[in-house]
């Protein structure tokens, strides 16, 4: 097929290997938005790999190689957390290309610009026994916002362009490419950001031609600059930087909800304020003006509007640890699950009843408790939505939850109304009981067994780290969402590069277990500097590939802290605890839910050459945790408690609630 219109030809590598060219047009598409690719070794997809270590030297994007396809998924899953801006994982084809699938999964339901890229074989190759080759294509649908196919031997009948007729020509592999990675990020009402999928058939030969010039024994020639760099405009990419720094950037923040809330900010009274605009309307028009007993409950990735809209409203805030809003200087209500498990006839129960509107923002999943409350029928409540969020089917919501979803953030404050003063006062009073009950219980049940127990070391970490956060799933983040108070500042005084909000991180999506450790290194990577990860044993056994990194690679700064409480510990709290508790049937119930483990974690930390250091107090994780920046690499530190003993102190915590 010919054209009228020349080709943009911005480089001339003709010379090379088809497979090569293609490879080098799709990095370009991939650069105009992505820093970081994350690639695993294989034969299939040699071309990007020559293609990527090249663009890497013209200084386009930077490359992290991992073994375990499976965790360098979740390492880019991290790298795309940390920013915002999608980054990108590579494979070969086969079974490779199967173990992004978890991470692609967790991708699609936390709504995180994950780039899946498989190398495939031909078409030619597929259906009559290729090594290697499998149905890749949609291999990801109905979990990724927008998927690709590029088949090299597209390129000779002119279905697949190398060289683009026009700026926006449709059959380029790199505006393809480009637009890809646009799906993945936008952020609309009706779509939200989340993994995209590029699959490419390519064809023999797989490895670069050599150059001409040197065929003949010259000097090799430099490189052709033929990688673009990103186009996003350097302000907006500093705005994106220093956001990456201090905490995730949500889609709110994409859509500059912030600035609306600052344009609502004059016309919201603050708690208990009068109102005495001549002429008030508020008589026959719900507005802020009217008083009610709102509690503001943010999970997951709550828009940061919402929390500052409480404040000024003067509310209640419920919020989990990665809520954005979980910190004692915005005003959170400490230990609010206690207040919430109060049984009848206590105060706190009271307060809790007295609730007339619930506000949501997020995906709050960690308790029963809050589920409860925001399920209540007898209370009016919306949920705060300015944005698609990925776990939201906004048909299925509507009919399931008696809730509506709400994207405007003045209709929000209007629903809200004003906050009443006294019933806060009561609130952030009975937080703080709450709080102190906590405090003790925590206290006693570790002097009693000279040991702390899993819950006051996951309260002591979070309240202590002084770099972002990972928490892992299971009890953990349940653990820290009980106890912990935290504060947005650094300890390590203001000047310092601490001294601005840390990020409190999580695979909420789907709450797997696996992919922590990676997606914790991801976070570390693109950060540039130390993040801390706070996993039970089998979620850090689980992922322990995160720990290989090829001696060519840095490895990332990390520090891994461990409760080994030898197995799963959540499932006791469950209810197979009661049926463990059956005559008869607590082997049964240990060995298939608790599944014991008897691992050295010192003998992993030195088979893969990493520091380790053995923490059997309190103060001994203190001293390992201070200076996070004195260090390089991974550190694998340990406490070991007992989980036998986790229900004993929860029911002393429920008594404590009943006194509430
Ligand atoms: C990939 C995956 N597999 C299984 C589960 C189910 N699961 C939830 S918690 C848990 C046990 C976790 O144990 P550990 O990491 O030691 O934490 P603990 O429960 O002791 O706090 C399991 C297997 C899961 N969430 N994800």
Do not use: C
Request: hydrophobic share 40%; no cysteine; glycine share 8%.
């Amino acid at each position: 097929m010919t054209s009228a219109r020349r080709p943009f030809r911005e480089f001339d590598d003709s010379h090379d290997a088809e497979s090569l060219r293609l490879a080098r047009r799709v990095i370009r598409g991939l650069t105009v938005s992505m820093r970081h690719v994350v690639l695993a070794p294989g034969s299939r997809s040699a071309p990007l790999a020559y293609a990527l270590a090249e663009a890497e030297k013209l200084g386009a994007i930077t490359v992290h190689m991992r073994i375990d396809e499976r965790s360098a998924a979740f390492t880019a899953l991290g790298l795309a957390l940390s920013s915002g801006e999608p980054a990108g994982v590579i494979t070969t084809s086969g079974t490779a290309a199967g173990n992004l699938l978890p991470a692609v999964m967790e991708a699609d339901m936390s709504g995180v610009p994950l780039v899946a890229i498989t190398a495939d074989r031909p078409e030619e190759l597929h259906g009559i026994g290729a090594n290697q080759a499998t149905w890749q294509q949609g291999m990801f649908t109905g979990r990724v916002r927008d998927e690709l196919h590029l088949e090299q031997g597209l390129i000779a009948s002119g279905q697949l362009r190398l060289e683009p007729e026009s700026r926006d020509d449709m059959l380029a592999a790199e505006t393809q490419t480009a637009l890809l990675l646009r799906a993945a990020t936008t952020s609309t009402l009706r779509s939200a950001p989340g993994p995209v999928h590029l699959n490419i058939g390519f064809r023999d030969p797989l490895v670069p031609a050599e150059a001409p010039e040197t065929a003949g024994g010259g000097a090799r020639p430099a490189i052709q600059r033929w990688a673009r760099r990103g186009v996003i405009p350097s302000q907006e990419r500093e705005r994106l930087y220093r956001a990456s720094r201090t905490e995730s950037i949500t889609p709110a923040e994409h859509l500059g909800a912030s600035d609306l809330l600052e344009r609502l900010g004059a016309e919201i009274p603050g708690p208990g304020s009068t109102h005495d605009d001549a002429g008030s309307s508020s008589t026959d028009s719900p507005s802020a003006e009217l008083t009610h007993r709102t509690l503001f409950v943010l999970g997951h990735g709550a828009p940061p509007e919402a929390v500052e809209l409480a404040r000024s409203l003067g509310h209640p805030v419920l919020a989990e640890p990665t809520s954005g809003a979980r910190s004692s200087d915005l005003g959170a209500i400490p230990g609010y699950r206690l207040i919430l498990q109060a049984p009848q006839g206590t105060e706190a129960n009271q307060l809790v009843a007295q609730t007339q509107r619930v506000v949501v923002a997020g995906r709050p999943t960690l308790t029963r408790p809050v589920q409860r409350l925001i399920a209540r029928r007898d209370l009016e409540a919306v949920h705060y939505a300015p944005s698609a969020q990925a776990w939201w089917d906004r048909r299925r919501q509507e009919e399931a939850l008696p809730r509506r979803a709400v994207a405007d953030l003045r209709e929000i404050a209007e629903f809200a109304g004003r906050g009443d003063a006294d019933w806060l006062h009561q609130w952030e009073a009975k937080g703080l009981a709450a709080q102190h009950a906590l405090d003790t219980v925590l206290a006693q049940d570790a002097s009693e067994h000279e040991a702390p127990s899993s819950v006051q070391a996951a309260q002591f970490v979070a309240e202590t780290v002084k770099t972002s956060l990972l928490l892992g799933s299971s009890s953990v983040i349940r653990d820290v969402d009980l106890a912990a108070v935290i504060t947005r500042a650094g300890v390590d005084g203001a000047g310092s590069s601490w001294a601005h909000r840390r990020g409190i991180y999580a695979l909420r999506g789907l709450a797997g277990i696996d992919g922590n450790l990676s997606t914790a290194a991801g976070l570390a990577l693109a950060q540039d500097r130390r993040v801390t990860a706070l996993v039970g044993d089998l979620t850090f056994l689980h992922d322990v590939n995160a720990l290989l990194v090829p001696s060519t690679e840095r490895a990332p700064n990390l520090d891994l802290v461990v409760i080994n409480d030898a197995g799963g510990a959540i499932f006791d709290q469950l209810e197979h605890g009661d049926v463990g508790r059956r005559p008869g049937q607590a082997e049964a119930v240990e060995r298939l839910f608790g599944t014991p483990q008897t691992v050295d974690f010192e003998a992993i930390a030195d088979a893969y050459r990493h520091e380790y250091v053995y923490a059997e107090s309190l103060e001994a994780l203190g001293r390992a945790l201070a200076y996070p920046e004195d260090r390089l690499g991974i550190r694998i530190i340990e406490m070991r408690t007992d989980r036998s003993r986790l229900r004993a102190l929860h029911e002393r915590l429920a008594q404590k609630a009943a006194e509430l």
